[in-house]
């Protein structure tokens, strides 16, 4: 982008672009790791019942500290994890990105360093809160060399290392062993070890959350935008020692998260067991997915995620990717040479994506 003379912008943004995927109207958008199911009309019935009371008190700021909704987070994780956490163990935000900003403001006193491909907004997180970015390095199959990782780890020495398991855009998940390795190393050179796990109820594999209480210097970043389809309402959480959310609590900005944002988050942890019995139909699709496309010549990265990086296709990924646009699928050209991403969708969705790559590969 080109920037006026007068415009004061950080000499490190000048080069940077706004984040962001494509939103077009009247196409099957499979690029952004949607849950694809809306929430049933009971569900909607009583979320705008919770919803009165935030309407009728808008003239007062939110809880500022989401007590309610921490607690319900904690019983969530609790249940789901095997934990025995409490409210000061969670922080929550408007979407994991709020988390990891804050993180970074709050704790990146050295450099931070992330293992690529991986998620696009964590050094792009890093460069705009001032805090150096170093790439670390992944196989070429995608999977993490822990040893190689430790390696850089060592050789950094950042305050803050980040993991992202399923990772985000391979789909390929972390082993629990692994990471607490690496919990090890983080600890060695004084530092934090950030684990997105934003797609964790699409994984078989433990959460990282089952070693905290043996690794305080462990944060497990979560989202409920994917797995309780909830995107819209922008609501992510950190589970982490407490001492680790009072430091958060430095950086963000008062009465970040609304009332409203509250109350819908409430009801739908309410009915987590509704919302996440789409995830088994998902993985379902998404195993279906992957052996149509491989009995198809398509190779696809092994995915504990909503979705699939995929290659062996015959054109450039930009022009597939503008092929099954004009066929009215927008999937995702995620930067990586000769893969694309498609996230999951309704069996209906994910048969017409099918059809069309298979005619177009």
Not at 62 to 77: G, K, N, V
Not at 288 to 294: D, G, L, Q
Not at 331 to 358: M, Q, Y
Request: charged fraction near 20%; charge should be negative; glycine fraction near 6%.
């Amino acid at each position: 982008m080109s920037w006026p003379s007068w415009l004061p912008l950080k000499p490190a943004l000048a080069t940077l672009t706004p984040y962001g995927a494509p939103q077009i109207e009247g196409v099957v958008a499979l690029n952004t790791n949607e849950n694809p199911f809306s929430l049933s009309e009971e569900l909607t019935e009583e979320m705008l019942r919770a919803l009165k009371p935030a309407l009728r008190d808008l003239n007062r700021y939110p809880d500022r500290d989401a007590l309610e909704l921490r607690s319900a987070l904690a019983s969530y994780i609790n249940k789901s994890s095997g934990a025995n956490l409490d409210l000061n163990n969670i922080w929550a935000a408007n979407g994991s990105n709020e988390i990891l900003q804050t993180l970074m403001l709050a704790l990146g006193s050295r450099s931070a360093i992330g293992f690529l491909p991986s998620y696009s907004v964590h050094p792009l997180i890093a460069r705009a809160t001032g805090v150096a970015w170093v790439d670390g390095s992944r196989r070429a199959d995608f999977t993490l060399d822990t040893s190689v990782a430790i390696a850089e780890i060592k050789v950094a020495h950042p305050s803050l290392i980040f993991i992202t398991t399923p990772n985000n855009p391979t789909g390929n998940s972390l082993p629990i062993g692994e990471i607490e390795l690496l919990a090890q190393a983080a600890a060695e050179v004084g530092a934090l070890l950030v684990v997105d796990e934003a797609y964790a109820e699409f994984s078989e594999e433990p959460s990282a959350i089952t070693l905290l209480a043996k690794y305080p210097h462990l944060v497990v970043v979560r989202t409920m935008s994917k797995a309780f389809a909830f995107a819209g309402a922008r609501v992510g959480y950190m589970v982490a020692d407490r001492k680790t959310v009072e430091a958060m609590l430095i950086t963000r900005l008062p009465y970040h998260l609304s009332a409203q944002t509250q109350a819908l988050a409430l009801v739908a942890l309410a009915h987590s067991d509704e919302l996440l019995g789409e995830v088994a139909q998902l993985r379902i699709e998404r195993d279906r997915m992957i052996k149509s496309m491989i009995e198809h010549g398509i190779g696809c990265v092994p995915s504990a995620a909503n979705f699939i990086l995929f290659s062996g296709f015959s054109k450039e990924p930009a022009v597939l990717w503008r092929a099954m646009l004009d066929q009215g699928i927008l999937i995702r050209d995620v930067g990586i040479p000769g893969h694309l991403r498609v996230s999951v969708g309704t069996p209906a969705e994910n048969t017409r994506f099918l059809e069309c790559l298979f005619a177009l590969k």
